[in-house]
Each structure stands twice: as structure tokens, then as C-alpha cells.
């Protein structure tokens, strides 16, 4: 027995076999060559990523490229002649307040449909989901042509209201999906301690499920802010002159007919990918993505 003892001391100093097993592990990850190819094919397109941004940036402060590896000299002014070139004071006033107004009215119709498909069973349950999640699988361009022409048959198209109502469309169940796991994870017995108290049932939405349901409405607010901000086609078929967003003024700039200026085009692209990279971090401040897809799995 002292002798089986020894040898398997004296073989397995460090860990024995599982860290000779670990180490093999390791070694075959590290020399397997589907490894090396998706690396490599990730560093490829971050650096494809990051020279289009470079790119972009470079040339709104660039006096003038035509020659060379960077521009002849560097200014700011670009800025300041897109902003009054293309009214972006009145732009950005807009992008927020169609962006507000969408995250408002999404939360306001969606938490009470959330609540009922959470606690309620009732005929047609299932194909009320399978409808509510077609908005959110179908590309905006495919069911943006239809709902375009009937906004604009009842004259609300091309307007500030045209466009919060073609948001609402992927909105409205995309924060249907992201409350219904938050409600479902309630427990009931709260709500019907607090009626047998005598709570009446404002008293159990504001006091009682109010605190509850606040950080998935945050969550799905943020996140349907930032969808908002995004969205191009649904905005792009129902805005007008003076309801277009950010993303779309971008596009009206780039390709509508008139001589305009790359740099200020360009000043244009980083100001919109700035305001982009700040939703984006907020939203990963108060929600994380994994645990978002996990929650909506179960």
C-alpha cells in the first residue's frame, strides 16, 4: 500500500493526471487550425472595422486628401459647417424627441400586454405571440412599404406623428418580449398578500409591482431608445423634411442631389457614431446582454 502511495506521489507531484490532461487541452486549442482561422478572420474584420472609422474621422478634420497616406493639413471648422449646413441643432432635436416619445409609448402599451401574457391564459394566446414576434423577425423594409402607404393614405406620413407610429410597430413587442420574463418572475403571492390586505389595485401597481418591474422597464426603455436612434428604413419611408432623424438626414447628405462637401459629410458619419457609441454604452451600463438572451430563453 506505501509503495502505491509513493509512485503515484513521485508521478503526480503538481495535480497528477487532470493537469497533464489540462495542459494537453490547452496545447491541441492552441495548434488546432480552425482556431488560428477564426482569430485570424475576426482580426481581419476589426481592422477592416476600425480603418473604415479611421478613415472617416481622419477626413473630418482633413483640410484636403487627394494625395498620400493623410490629409494636407487638419481643422475643426468641418464641424461647424455641417452643423448649419445641415441644421443638425434641429436634427438632433428631433432624432430625441421621436426616439422619447417611442420609448414612452412603447412602455406605456406594452408593460399592461406583458402583464397579461404573463399571468393570464386565454384563447389565442399563441398566435397573439406568434404575431407580436414577426415585427421583430421580419426586416422593417419588408412590412415598411405597406404600413408607408397606408400612414400616408391617412395623411399622418411625413410627419413627426407618422414616424413615432412606424417606430411603434418593432417596438411595442420587442419591450412585450423583454417584460414578460421580468413579470413572470414575480411571484404572484405578492400581489394577493397585498389585495388581502385590503391594497386597492392602484395601490398593488404603483407600491407593489411598480418597484418590481422598474429595472425591466429601464432595461427595455434604453434599449428601445437606442433601437430608435438606429432605425433607418421605418423612419426613411414615413419622415419628411422636418421629422427626419439623424441616420436619415446622414443618408439624405451623402446621396441627395447638390454639391456637398465629404468633409462635412464625414463631420456628419462621427457625430451620429459618437451619439451611437453613447447610447450603446449607457445601455450596456444598465443591461447586459447575455443574461437579457438567457432570461427571454427560459
Known amino acids: 500500500m506505501s509503495a502505491t502511495t509513493t509512485t503515484a506521489t513521485t508521478t503526480d507531484p503538481h495535480g497528477g493526471d487532470g493537469a497533464n490532461h489540462e495542459l494537453h487541452r ?5 495548434l488546432r487550425p480552425g482556431t488560428w482561422l477564426v482569430g485570424g478572420a475576426l482580426a481581419f474584420f476589426f481592422v477592416i472595422l476600425l480603418g ?14 487627394f494625395t498620400g497616406w493623410a490629409p494636407e493639413g487638419y481643422t475643426t471648422s468641418w464641424y461647424s459647417q455641417s452643423w448649419n449646413e445641415f441644421d443638425l441643432g434641429r436634427v438632433m432635436w428631433v432624432t430625441l424627441e421621436v426616439s422619447f416619445l417611442v420609448v414612452a409609448l412603447s412602455l406605456l402599451l406594452a408593460v399592461p400586454a406583458s402583464y397579461a401574457l404573463a399571468r393570464r391564459d386565454f384563447p389565442g394566446k399563441r398566435l397573439l405571440t406568434m404575431l407580436l414576434v414577426l415585427p421583430i423577425l421580419v426586416p422593417p423594409i419588408a412590412y415598411g412599404i405597406p404600413l408607408a402607404t397606408v400612414l400616408y393614405k391617412f395623411h399622418l406620413a411625413g410627419s413627426l406623428t407618422g414616424v413615432v407610429l412606424a417606430n411603434l410597430v418593432p417596438s411595442i413587442p420587442f419591450v412585450v418580449f423583454t417584460m414578460t420574463p421580468f413579470i413572470e418572475q414575480i411571484d404572484p403571492r405578492l400581489e394577493a398578500a397585498a389585495r388581502m390586505c385590503g391594497a386597492p389595485t392602484r395601490s398593488v401597481l404603483v407600491r407593489v409591482l411598480g418597484p418590481l418591474l422598474l ?6 426603455g434604453i434599449l428601445v431608445l437606442v433601437r430608435t436612434f438606429g432605425m433607418f428604413e421605418l423612419t426613411f419611408l414615413t419622415s419628411g423634411p422636418d421629422s ?7 443618408f439624405s447628405a451623402a446621396f441627395s442631389a447638390g454639391i456637398r462637401t465629404p468633409q462635412s459629410i464625414a463631420a456628419m458619419a462621427v457625430l451620429y457614431t459618437v451619439s451611437m457609441a453613447v447610447l450603446l454604452l449607457v445601455a450596456l451600463r444598465f443591461v447586459n446582454p447575455t443574461q437579457l438572451v438567457a432570461r427571454n430563453a427560459n
Not at 52 to 65: C, L, P
Not at 215 to 220: I, Q, S, V
Open 26 to 30: 490547452r496545447r491541441s486549442l492552441t
Open 52 to 65: 473604415v472609422i479611421a478613415s472617416v474621422v481622419v477626413t473630418s478634420f482633413g483640410k484636403t486628401w
Open 215 to 220: 429595472p425591466g422597464m429601464l432595461a427595455a
Open 244 to 250: 427626419q432623424t439623424l441616420i436619415v438626414s446622414l
